[in-house]
């Protein structure tokens, strides 16, 4: 393994005369040789004179290196040369050679990673995704099977919810590829020193494992293996193009369970480089089948080399806890085919989808939405709006505006002017209106402190008041170098600087509006306001 001696020397890990007298190349693949450095620092530390270890002792607080090792064996941490019981699979043709940092040790067990492909934003939109995650999840044992997960990746944010709602244990794979071997070497010496002599309980007791994974330890060795052609190195590894997350992910997996595959995309790829060498269990790669997930072309080429294909059937897709509570009122309003007031008498707030937590929703109750199938993981335009009719409130928000001010925006401009002229604000990644909101009497809303917006321009804000500044907006920005000028003063903005208490509005002061007949009709059974079928049509 050359490279790696002289890695050791840089870093501070040994002495030339300790690191160039290790033999490292005859170690197997997943060897500790964490033994062998703390033997080698315990040699020095006994040769050193006693006047000198005194010295020494006077001058650095720290403990010494061999009892740091010492320490950390105790604990049951692991410096591999490649991953553990992996011995006959090609991983130096995947990876490359690389050194593992097992802080807590090696935990056993068979390690079962999901990859997906990205869901997009509107992840609330994939309940199909979900119901196979939480379907396959179940059926995993607790004392036999690690999630096995990488940061960054598409599913490593829900497997952190799934192992604690289903009570699995796993395995987090941290990589490092801004840092030389020297500096990765030189930073976890540094953490060795530092915590040493003890480990906080929660650690201990914690479900969860880390390997943290070395820059690669021979550049020159991967070159020399990663010719690429179609996709494949020419010793039969994936191209190192490929990124590291999702090669580690299905090398060291003893199970792969795919939940969503696009046609030659990156899992599509190696997916396929693993099912084509037998160094890996036949029938360890499942495929979740359905044309939103491994559609059916991907599915018939990597079946035909090995995958198993698994249909998830809808009487298996059913709510793991029942859904929350109906926290509606049952007062029923009527629709109604137009608004009761003129133009100019009313100001609109319309809703959008959110893709991501409610306000005041953590992101651990958001993922156990999805993930259990309740009835609230809908975070759509309508799905907020029947929200706001539950909640009887429109919770101000800072996003966008100047000073990080909370406000609740309206438009004075007229609902059908609204929804036939829709712009698509593509630095924010969405329609700056939607086709479902509420209207609310201007006289009411004035009476709660809304005003129109005050369009100007970077002077004029810094001669503000506090109390105007809620109200100030620019009259035109460009939301990067060379794109149209946006003229916000087109909006007619109204704000109210705080959340909206709309328990005090009566059935005359608001209007719901929808495109259509069907949500109107769900709405009005849980709104005490008017329901509008608004279509741009």
Known sequence: MVGLAEALIASGWCRSQEGESLAFADLPVGADVLPILAEAARRKQTLARPKTRRANADS?????????????????????????GCETRPHERW??????????????????????????RAIDERPDWFAVLRSATAKLDSERDVLLTAPSTTV?????????????????????????????????????????????????????SDVFVSPIINALRLAECSSIADGQSAKGGPSSELPLSDRVLVAAADQVFALQVRPNGNLHRLLRARLSDSAWPTA???????????????????????????????????????????????????????????????????????????????????????LLSREAASHSAFAALSRIVQQRRLLSSAAGIRGDLPVVSFSANSLHELTKRRIFRAHRGRWDCDSYGLCVR???????????????????????PDSERPFYQLQTTRSRVGAKTIDWTQEAEWRVPQDVDLSEAGRADVVLFVPTDVEARQLSAISPWPVLVASAD
């Not at 990876?95 to 997009?120: C, N």
Request: aromatic residues 10%; glycine residues 8%; hydrophobic residues 45%.
């Open 156 to 208: 490593d944010r829900f497997l952190a919810r799934a192992a604690i709602l289903f009570g699995l244990r796993r395995l987090r794979v941290h990589l490092d590829e801004r840092r030389s071997l020297v500096d990765w070497l030189i930073r976890l010496r540094r953490q060795l020193q530092r915590n040493s002599l003890s480990e906080s309980l929660a650690e201990q007791l914690a479900n969860d």
């Open 284 to 370: 360890s790669v499942w495929l979740a089948l359905g044309e939103e997930l491994v559609p059916a072309d991907v599915a018939s080429e990597l079946q035909a080399v090995g995958a198993v294909g698994w249909w998830l059937f809808a009487e298996h897709v059913s709510n793991v806890l029942e859904s929350p509570p109906f926290t509606g009122t049952l007062e029923t309003c009527p629709t109604i085919a137009e608004l009761p007031w003129a133009d100019g008498e009313y100001l609109v707030h319309w809703t959008r989808r959110r893709d991501g937590p409610w306000p005041g929703q953590s992101d651990a109750e958001f993922i156990d939405d999805l």
């Open 60 to 84: 650095d607080s720290r403990p010494p290196w061999a009892d740091v090792l010492d320490a950390a064996i105790q604990r049951g941490a692991k410096l591999t040369l490649g991953w553990p």
């Open 442 to 464: 201007r006289e009411w809303l004035q009476a709660r402190g809304a005003k129109p917006v005050n369009y100007g321009n970077d002077s004029q804000w810094a001669t503000l």
């Open 95 to 120: 990876l490359g050679p690389r050194l593992m940092w097992w802080p807590r040790g090696v935990p056993q067990g068979r390690k079962v990673a999901w990859v997906s492909s990205r869901l997009g």
